[in-house]
């Protein structure tokens, strides 16, 4: 039977689906950042802040700690991570060339230098227990296989590593009827005036419906591996940091 996978609210082919991803990050990449602030009204950075602050590395580690930004794109969170943790080595990869560029162009007008890897999450080229961090910020809703992608960042920590899944997740009941009516008639027109692309804008806030509510992800953390793993709502769940942990 031919495998299949949520695109917004269409099912299509799962091969079909990391094309139809890879066409809307082409398309928004150079203005991803703005389109983010413009979208979020700021809070992206504070959700951001919030889950590098949520990092924790092992006292006395024999070695610079590893960290691996997963569908990092524009190296928000890579940047945040080296500036908490300036000894580490912080790993910035992503499946899709164009968001690596600018993401790498990014970090090298503020002067930081970092390992940039293109890769998919369902397949990491990084050995068994091998990173300290791994994270994916509003990445994991458009990877085909999540439960592939999960286990991955489980295999690739070392023993007391901990993943952080900063994702959009299920908003409160009493807001959902304001968070929909943005989401479906405002957001493609921002994109559509902002970006020249509203077909995009409109994936985006139909795979932030499809995508696991918080529960529901917690439990296939469990599942793909993870020892421990727990969540914190962000904005009355417009988004949660998931973490999960290995022994």
Same mark, same amino acid.
């Given at each position: ?21 890879? %066409?809307?990050? %082409? *398309?928004?990449? *150079? ?5 983010? &602030? ?6 992206? @950075? ?22 691996? %930004? ?5 190296? &928000? ?19 899709? *060339? ?36 791994? *994270? ?43 968070? &929909? ?15 020249? &692309?509203?077909?995009?804008? @409109? ?23 993870? %020892? @421990? ?17 290995? @022994?």
């Amino acid at each position: 039977m031919k495998k299949t996978a949520d695109f917004g609210f269409e099912t299509v082919a799962a091969d079909d689906k990391k094309k139809r991803v890879a %066409d809307v990050f %082409d *398309s928004v990449a *150079s203005k991803y950042n703005l389109m983010n &602030d413009l979208l979020s009204v700021g809070l992206h @950075r504070h959700w951001k802040n919030a889950t590098v602050a949520l990092a924790h590395l092992p006292a006395h580690l024999p070695e610079p700690p590893v960290i691996l %930004d997963l569908a990092g794109g524009t190296g &928000d969170l890579t940047r945040r991570f080296l500036k908490k943790y300036p000894q580490a080595t912080a790993i910035l990869s992503d499946i899709n *060339s164009a968001m690596l560029q600018e993401g790498r162009k990014i970090l090298l007008n503020r002067g930081l230098v970092a390992p940039v890897v293109q890769c998919n999450a369902e397949a990491l080229p990084f050995p068994d227990k091998s990173v300290h961090v791994v *994270s994916i910020g509003f990445g994991l809703r458009n990877v085909t296989n999540k439960e592939k992608a999960l286990s991955e960042m489980c295999r690739v920590l070392k023993p007391g590593g901990m993943a952080l899944v900063l994702e959009f997740s299920r908003v409160q009941k009493s807001l959902a009827p304001f968070y &929909d009516c943005y989401s479906f008639k405002i957001l493609p027109k921002l994109g559509r005036l902002i970006a020249n &692309d509203e077909a995009s804008y @409109r994936y985006l806030a139909e795979s932030i419906r499809m995508h696991p509510d918080q529960e529901t992800l917690r439990s296939m953390m469990l599942n793909a591996g993870f %020892d @421990r793993a727990d969540y914190h709502n962000l904005t009355a769940g417009v988004a949660a940091v998931h973490i999960g942990q290995v @022994r």
